[in-house]
């Protein structure tokens, strides 16, 4: 049946008022959605492994770590912010945002010493802040597990 044919059918059945609603274009497939998500990934990965190539000493300060991983927070937050449609963006921030925070962990644990257990809290806060800044469910959930 053709599309306008149901509408006018649901019209006069009175379920459905108005003009029939402009038709949206279809989602990807799913192996179009996954093989993009995959080269965004390969992207980042290949991206942060250059930036860390020529900045190594990062790993090494805990002040230099935190700074790193908060700009690095900061970017994926604006690329994944700017890009709700976008799923190369999507998962290209998703993947720095991780490289980000995973500095952000690691400068704190440095910083703290023998003190871990303020290690644990401070990046289970930093993992709820950027919960409420970073609105992607998938960012929401490896934030919540990591926090937990």
């Known amino acids: 049946m053709d599309a306008e044919i149901v509408w006018a059918k649901l019209a006069e059945a009175g379920w459905v008022r108005g003009e029939m609603p402009a038709a949206g274009e279809p989602p990807a497939p799913w192996y179009l959605r996954a093989m993009i998500g995959v080269a965004a990934w390969i992207a980042a990965a290949f991206v942060l492994s250059s930036v860390g190539a020529l900045v190594y000493r990062v790993f090494d300060s805990a002040v230099l770590s935190i700074i790193a991983g908060s700009i690095l927070c900061a970017i994926a937050a604006t690329m994944m912010h700017r890009s709700r449609e976008g799923l190369f963006l999507r998962q290209f921030g998703l993947a720095i945002a991780i490289a980000g925070e995973s500095l952000l962990a690691l400068g704190l644990y440095t910083a703290v ?36």
């Open 113 to 148: 010493g023998l003190h871990r257990s303020l290690g644990w809290l401070a990046s289970a806060a930093v993992q709820v802040v950027l919960a409420v800044v970073i609105r992607d469910p998938t960012h929401r959930c490896s934030g919540a597990l990591v926090a937990m």
